[in-house]
């Protein structure tokens, strides 16, 4: 079982910016991975998703809750993706998890945490206001 590995989570407070960073195990064949995402898991709520990227064009798609704030950066010749948080809002608190998928999803399986393969330990963030 492939386990991703994250960093960055913290505490912070409204307004302020994060990075969150995520990679698989180096001797992982990165060919392995089409699509690259976050889920977020806030208190009481179920997981959802954030943002994602397909490794074969860039092409990303994020949540609406998200856009214009947080950006995903994906090292598409490579096995990491990182997502800069900027604007946070106090309902961003949640545990995030990163996700990869071994297969082309199509666009409305995107954000469908079922259809991801792969998954980190969640990582926390915190935002106070």
């Known amino acids: 079982q492939v386990r991703l590995t994250e960093s960055g989570g913290g505490l912070a407070q409204a307004g302020d910016s994060l990075r969150l960073s995520c990679s698989a195990p180096a001797h992982i064949d990165t060919s392995n991975f089409k699509v690259m995402g976050w889920f977020r898991q806030a208190p009481g709520k179920e997981r959802a998703f954030v943002a994602a990227?397909?490794?074969?064009?860039?092409?990303?798609w994020y949540a609406d809750s998200v856009k214009g704030r947080f950006t995903l950066v994906g090292d598409t010749l490579g096995n990491a993706i990182w997502l800069d948080m900027n604007s946070l809002k106090t309902e961003d608190t949640a545990v995030y998890y990163c996700?990869?998928?071994?297969?082309?999803?199509?666009?409305?399986?995107?954000?469908?945490?079922?259809?991801?393969?792969?998954w980190g330990q969640g990582t926390q963030v915190t935002v106070s206001s």
């Open positions: 990227i397909r490794r074969s064009n860039g092409y990303r």
């Open positions: 996700a990869f998928s071994g297969r082309n999803l199509v666009e409305g399986r995107i954000y469908h945490d079922s259809d991801y393969d792969y």
